[in-house]
């Protein structure tokens, strides 16, 4: 069964950095292309980051590029997600998804869902 | 501002049959294939139709999917109760900057 685990969500001041983990277990985590995509209260889904299986490309919502690092350790299973200088519109849940299908020819979709961690951002 | 456009809410009563759409406001969007995701109030999307009109095992056939050109839509037939939560359609763009986009989400409510 497939499952993804989110953690090192919280509470931080502006300007503040977190870092999220997404730990994977049930298939063979280092094969999958893996997104995070964030929810702000009351609001609608909204892509953050993507990175690759093997080529580890890295791509980037506008809104986070420049603050926000994705990374993963396929001996880990675990997908990361780097957050820094940290404002107010960042407070959200944070979603891990797994890629199904294949983007490269426009069919992919997200598989599977992590069942997310809070990052709220206050002082 | 969604790069897809839903219509906030759709409801009808149980048994009947309602429609989301989904409107793309780039022509490029038109060679992808577009994902929908159910969520209910407090948990976590999951994946409902893919490929368009693909449906994960364990999705109920009263759930379809179709698409034609820069448009997709989400049929939900036999309405139940259980069915009331938010719909997201989504897709890959591969245009300039590589990137997932999604609709704003449309609430279904069972009358």
């Known amino acids: 069964e497939v499952q993804l685990l989110e953690s090192g969500g919280g509470l931080v001041q502006p300007g503040g950095s977190l870092t999220l983990s997404c730990a994977a277990s049930g298939f063979t985590f280092a094969n999958y292309v893996m997104t995070w995509v964030r929810q702000a209260p009351g609001r609608g889904l909204e892509w953050v980051s993507t990175i690759g299986a093997s080529d580890l490309g890295t791509y980037y919502a506008d809104s986070v590029k420049g603050r926000f690092s994705i990374s993963r350790d396929n001996s880990k299973n675990t997908l990361y997600l780097q957050l820094n200088s940290l404002r107010a519109e960042d407070t959200a849940i944070y979603y891990c998804a797994r890629h199904g299908g294949s983007c490269s020819s426009g069919s992919c979709y997200l598989e599977s869902w992590g069942q997310g961690t809070q990052v709220s951002v206050s002082s | ?111």
């Open chain 2, 1 to 111: 501002q969604s790069v897809l456009t839903q219509p906030p809410s759709v409801s009808a009563a149980p048994g009947q049959k309602v429609t989301i759409s989904c409107s793309a406001s780039s022509s490029n969007l038109g060679f992808n294939y577009v994902s929908w995701y159910q969520q209910f109030p407090g948990t976590a999307p999951k994946l409902l139709i893919y490929e368009n009109d693909k449906r994960p095992s364990g999705v109920p056939d009263r759930f379809s999917g179709s698409k034609s050109g820069t448009s997709a839509t989400l049929g939900i037939t036999g309405l139940q109760t259980g069915d009331e939560a938010d719909y997201y359609c989504g897709t890959w763009d591969r245009s300039l900057s590589a990137r997932w986009v999604f609709g704003g989400g449309t609430k279904v409510t069972v009358l």
